[in-house]
């Protein structure tokens, strides 16, 4: 085990650099650690004087790879042989010793929104809090105090490489087919996940999906097992006057902040109080415009269909867009959802994908692009004789094809959305 006093005796090189890695040797110049290099395909010139010039004889002289998330291993086959020596930027956190509290948030769906619940609650109840890690700032850049909590939202790609990573309240959403083309298959993505649990002691907590408890109770994990209340959590959510965590789309994030919320003694009154001044984050399901008879929802962050299944329960006579590139092995079950579509049009370079899996189930049109979308969707609407209309950009895949990534992607449709409907509507 590493302890922090022997940091600098130890040598590094930080693999990618991204804000990730950026962070990691700011760390190690705030922390006088003078041995390591850096290496990146396209970042050549940044922190020039420390760049391997040998890449290959320094992964193998190095004792450990500090490995920016994004790196996966499929498509840097020269990092497969140094697996062991790899850590991440959170392992840092862990090892440098701060007199503090660590919050590990992970899952395949709701871990930003749960960790800004979590973070607005803590705050509202006078918790001196810290957010980053996979949302916000990367975490050696924030500015712990003594007594901090710290809300970490931690990817499968930071986890599946981190060895020292221990926190005192570990939360595991859920586990859905996402990001198999990282992992290789969904085994290797759950082992990621579980990672948060590995070195929790006694004294610690993981609050864990009841879907998940049967694999948990196999690793014989120290910590402390709590399974959401979420038949306590519907007794009080009559009393959440937000409209957005009231819907059932939340339920899961709701059910897990609530439960977390009773490890710290916080009263339900002061839960309530609290998540009534919360505001949603933007591209997730996000009631933006409303005009005449139409309600726009951008639900932009859902990239696997397991996530955009809950936005097609929660609305009603829906025109949906969909498309981008589909995760691998991703299906769409419209078995329990297709009475809420009234029509389905298909943005994207994956096309046929989408076609395959609704064809024969729900009516479509291939429109290829938002700006043709919308305007195809006013003009079917015109049509339509519903009192109420709800048009829902939940793509159930990434945006890469045609975009940055979701939030751009998010933009994009909110703009567009407004612009046209001062015209067509």
């Not at 302890?3 to 130890?10: D, G, P």
């Not at 959590?233 to 994030?253: A, F, P, S, T, V």
């Not at 945006?399 to 046209?420: A, I, T, V």
């Amino acid at each position: 085990m590493i302890t922090s006093s022997k940091l600098k005796e130890l040598s590094f090189l930080v693999y990618g650099l991204g804000l990730t890695g950026q962070s990691v040797v700011k760390f190690f110049k705030k922390n006088k650690i003078k041995n390591y290099k850096v290496w990146d395909d396209k970042q050549k010139k940044l922190f020039e004087n420390k760049r391997t010039k040998n890449l290959n004889e320094t992964l193998n002289d190095v004792d450990y790879i500090v490995l920016s998330p994004g790196v996966s291993l499929n498509e840097n086959k020269n990092l497969i042989k140094y697996k062991e020596k790899i850590i991440t930027d959170i392992d840092f956190l862990y090892l440098s010793n701060k007199n503090f509290k660590s919050i590990v948030v992970t899952g395949t769906n709701g871990k930003s929104t749960t960790c800004k619940l979590i973070s607005h609650l803590l705050k509202k109840n006078k918790f001196r809090v810290l957010l980053g890690g996979n949302i916000g700032n990367p975490i050696l850049d924030l500015k712990i105090k003594k007594n901090s909590y710290i809300i970490i939202e931690a990817s499968s790609f930071q986890l599946s490489h981190s060895k020292f990573i221990r926190p005192d309240y570990a939360i595991l959403l859920n586990v859905t087919n996402d990001h198999l083309d990282w992992h290789g298959n969904i085994k290797n993505y759950t082992y990621a996940k579980l990672k948060i649990f590995m070195l929790q002691k006694r004294n610690q907590f993981a609050i864990v999906n009841s879907k998940l408890k049967k694999i948990f109770k196999k690793r014989n994990f120290a910590s402390k097992l709590i399974i959401p209340e979420e038949n306590k959590y519907k007794k009080i959510k009559k009393k959440i006057n937000y409209h957005y965590l009231r819907l059932g789309i939340n339920d899961e994030n709701m059910s897990f902040v609530f439960t977390f919320s009773k490890l710290l003694k916080i009263s339900e009154k002061r839960f309530i109080s609290a998540v009534n001044s919360f505001v949603g984050l933007p591209h997730r399901y996000e009631i933006f415009f409303k005009k005449k008879n139409i309600i726009f929802i951008n639900d932009s962050k859902a990239t696997s269909f397991e996530a955009t299944k809950y936005a097609l329960l929660n609305s009603k006579n829906i025109y949906w867009i969909v498309g981008g590139l589909p995760k691998k092995k991703d299906k769409i079950y419209l078995s329990k959802i297709r009475k809420n579509i009234v029509k389905c049009y298909i943005v994207g370079k994956s096309v046929n994908f989408f076609r395959k899996q609704i064809k024969g189930k729900i009516n479509f049109s291939v429109t290829n692009n938002l700006k043709k979308t919308l305007l195809k969707v006013f003009e079917d609407i015109k049509l339509s004789k519903e009192i109420s209309n709800t048009i829902l950009f939940s793509p159930a895949a990434a945006s890469y094809d045609q975009f940055m990534n979701f939030e751009k992607r998010g933009d994009e449709f909110k703009k567009l959305s407004k612009l046209y409907a001062r015209t067509f509507i």
